[in-house]
């Protein structure tokens, strides 16, 4: 039902955008939500920021610049509302090789040129194919790069200094730890140890301190403690902004310069749309505030980083990505709208302006054991089990290695090829082995295990001749694909099969069959011939007596496992409906099947005629006023819809004279305000767009909707929703002959026009492709 008309669509506005004047201007306003959410992620971002730029052999004040590009162009233009950008840990190892080996202004330049490259893949809509590079690669390539960083940042948190790759850092260890220097060893480890033990400070102390970041208070700790001990250390020097270093243009070898853009460009953008993806799954998960965050518009997104990455090289600051840590923290903070990145990145820059003696205080030593935490939180042990579990370590240990020895562009490169030479082997790796049931009834099984092509149709065929004659045989296929040569010898086999008087079922792993094309069935046989009132030549007594039994079962075997583990969830957490949906009891009227609905998403309430009987002593309906009640209150639906069909029955009983109090009259009682309301002068007729009723029964199915959303009004608990502004009313009519849905363009009360709107189709995925 995402296509439902908003009740107020007067006044209606985007929950992101500000609410207009009276006199129809618009006036910037921040929610206080914002406000606090900006703060905390500056406290984060303000140390993490500084320590990266260490990290990377750039001036440090070259973080503070990303971090605000990234806080106030990326929120402002990105697609992902709730999103923070800025210097980030993933491109810390590139950029300080290109600062290495290009030096600091001809790397601004290449952060430009890669900002410009993002822009035109944002401009190609290319922005989803990002999503497609196996998650093994992403995450081995992001834990190569940890490794680095921390094996670089070990040297200075042992008061050394790091070397030039991963690997002389690692040979140069033996002679740093025979050479350590207490002073810098002693501030290290307390800040790891405020940054590990933060967050789990018990009890109510606890809650209160967590309110400051961990990144901050680690921070803040150490420099307190270097200072009031008179500790003499390295610390953060940042220059006069009258002599910031700028871009150049870019001086070196033009494949090298191409190799770094495109590695710039790959890794920011790979790095700042799976960010963005998490950042929606965040949001969607998310019980307060009750605020609706649309959904991240992924090449809205990557042009937001290219602008931002332009600004920032051209300012002569770091590289800039979506960072999950500042968006993980923004999320958790409340944040409602992109004002709350926005807000960081101002604060960011009056940091830098009116902080700088104290950042001066801060021993490079603290920020050096931050930034190696991080690192090491790189390897994530989630991603691992994920990994695990998918049966892709292979792939995920060969980048990471790749990136940790090599580099992380040919890191990638090199993960690429080793998921591509799996990939192969599993297509090509096929199990088939034959075994024998002798319990009765005997009967043989054919196992397939892996991908049936074309390579493995000579085995196949080897081991269906093994199947003797004239028993029964189970074909059981534990594969996703299945190309036209392996499927023309198994068609083959069971024709011969069955010609030598045996039989032959084609199952899956978990017992479900698999059933023949349609062209070879019965021609009146279809998938949904469980809803057509067809039996397959079945006398109807016969198939009436067993229909309940046979759809049980059918549903036993093909549908519960597949919806086995989603019931498990909704009876573990309970129901969460989005809608009340009232209609007809008619049985030609399937909810779930109209709405493309599943367990959980609506709650249901059919009665004959759709009825909302109006509440009161006398005339009111207990039943139907206590299921409006427990969706409004309870459940906290946020709309309400109600649904009547062509061909009604109820309706052509209101039509007829007759009298008697009988169960049908007495409740179709309910339904004489609406016969009443189309035979009214002074009320407009209910209608479709472009066209008048068909006949009188379809006049009065649609007054009937209209009618009975007038009658959900009256009751107490929706009118407080209604004037809460936290429920919507939706007429819908559907038309059984046509198989068309109408939607009610307007549900105001007192609305002149009652018109109900065809419902178009959606769009197919290559029509979407087109566009």
Not at 224 to 249: K, M
Not at 420 to 448: F, G, K, M, S, W
Not at 522 to 527: D, E, F, I, K, N
Request: hydrophobic fraction near 45%.
């Amino acid at each position: 039902m995402s296509a439902c008309v908003p009740t107020r669509t007067d006044t209606a506005h985007h929950p992101h955008s500000p609410p207009p004047h009276k006199d129809g201007s618009r006036r910037f306003r921040i929610a206080g939500a914002d406000l606090s959410a900006s703060v905390a992620v500056f406290l984060i971002a303000l140390p993490l920021s500084l320590g990266i730029a260490l990290a990377t052999g750039a001036p440090i004040q070259a973080g503070l610049v990303a971090a605000a590009v990234g806080g106030i162009v990326a929120g402002r233009l990105g697609g992902s509302p709730l999103q923070v950008s800025g210097p980030a840990a993933g491109l810390t190892v590139v950029t300080a090789a290109l600062i290495q080996q290009y030096g600091w202004r001809t790397t601004c330049a290449i952060s430009v040129l890669a900002g410009l490259a993002q822009l035109g893949l944002a401009a190609l809509r290319v922005a989803r194919s990002a999503l497609a590079v196996s998650p093994a690669i992403v995450h081995g390539m992001l834990a190569g790069i940890g490794v680095t960083i921390a094996l670089a940042q070990l040297h200075i948190v042992l008061g050394g200094t790091p070397q030039s790759s991963a690997i002389s850092n690692v040979r140069a260890l033996p002679a740093q730890l025979a050479d350590l220097h207490p002073a810098a060893l002693s501030v290290s480890v307390l800040t790891i140890a405020v940054l590990l033990l933060w967050p789990r400070i018990p009890g109510r102390p606890g809650r209160i301190v967590r309110k400051v970041p961990a990144a901050l208070a680690s921070v803040a700790g150490a420099t307190t403690c270097a200072v009031l001990a008179g500790l003499h250390l390295p610390r953060v020097d940042l220059p006069s902004w009258s002599s910031h270093a700028l871009p150049e243009l870019p001086q070196g070898p033009v494949l090298g310069l191409l190799a770094a853009v495109l590695t710039i460009t790959l890794v920011g953008s790979v790095e700042s749309l799976l960010s963005a993806v998490a950042v929606d799954r965040l949001v969607a998960a998310r019980k307060e505030p009750d605020v609706r965050i649309p959904r991240a518009r992924l090449d809205r997104e990557l042009a937001g980083q290219g602008a931002a990455n332009v600004v920032s090289g051209a300012l002569g600051g770091l590289p800039i990505t979506g960072v999950a840590v500042r968006s993980v923290a923004n999320v958790s903070a409340g944040a409602v709208s992109r004002n709350s990145t926005m807000l960081h990145g101002l604060w960011i820059v009056l940091a830098a302006l009116l902080l700088v003696p104290v950042l001066d205080l801060i021993p490079l030593a603290a920020l050096a054991a931050l930034v190696m935490v991080v690192g090491v939180q790189m390897v994530s042990i989630t991603h691992l089990r994920n990994v695990k579990r998918n049966r892709e370590m292979l792939v995920y240990a060969a980048t990471l290695a790749s990136v940790v020895l090599t580099g992380v562009l040919e890191g990638v490169v090199i993960g690429v090829a080793v998921s591509v030479a799996v990939a192969l082997h599993r297509l090509t790796r096929t199990r088939i082995t034959v075994e024998e049931e002798r319990d009765a009834p005997y009967r043989v099984r054919v196992r397939v295990r892996g991908q049936l092509t074309f390579l493995a149709v000579p085995r196949l065929s080897r081991m269906l001749g093994q199947v003797p004659h004239g028993t029964d045989c189970v074909v059981e296929l534990d594969g996703s694909f299945m190309d036209h040569a392996a499927h023309e010898a198994l068609h083959d086999w069971r024709t011969s099969h069955a010609t030598h008087g045996g039989t032959a079922e084609f199952t899956g792993r978990a017992g479900a069959r698999i059933s023949e094309p349609a062209s070879e069935t019965h021609g009146c046989c279809r998938p949904w011939t469980p809803w057509r009132n067809h039996h397959c030549g079945e006398p109807p007594h016969r198939a009436t007596a067993h229909q309940l039994a046979s759809g049980l079962s059918s549903f036993q075997r093909n549908t519960a496992p597949l919806v086995r583990d989603e019931l498990s969830r909704l009876a573990r957490e309970g129901q969460q409906p989005s809608q009340l949906f009232l209609t007809c009891a008619d049985s030609r009227l399937v909810t779930s099947m109209i709405t493309a609905s599943g367990p959980g998403d609506l709650f249901t309430v059919r009665n004959v005629g759709n009825l909302v009987p109006l509440p009161g002593k006398e005339s009111g309906d207990d039943s139907v006023a206590a299921a409006i009640e427990y969706a409004v209150e309870v459940l906290q639906v946020n709309s309400i819809t109600v649904c009547g069909h062509s061909g009604c029955g109820a309706m052509q009983a209101l039509l007829t004279p007759g009298g008697g109090q009988s169960p049908l009259r007495r409740w179709l009682r309910h339904g004489l305000p609406s016969l009443e309301r189309m035979r009214s002068r002074h009320r407009s007729w209910a209608r479709i767009s472009g066209r008048l009723p068909a006949d009188v029964m379809e006049q009065l199915c649609l007054t009937n909707v209209v009618q009975q959303l007038e009658h959900l009004r009256a009751h107490e608990s929706v009118a407080r929703r209604l004037a809460e502004g936290t429920l919507e009313l939706h007429g819908m009519y559907f038309h059984v002959g046509e198989a068309q849905a109408y939607l009610l363009a307007n549900t105001e009360e007192h609305a002149i026009d009652a018109v109900f709107d065809r419902v178009a189709p959606a769009p197919s995925a290559l029509e979407k492709a087109r566009v």
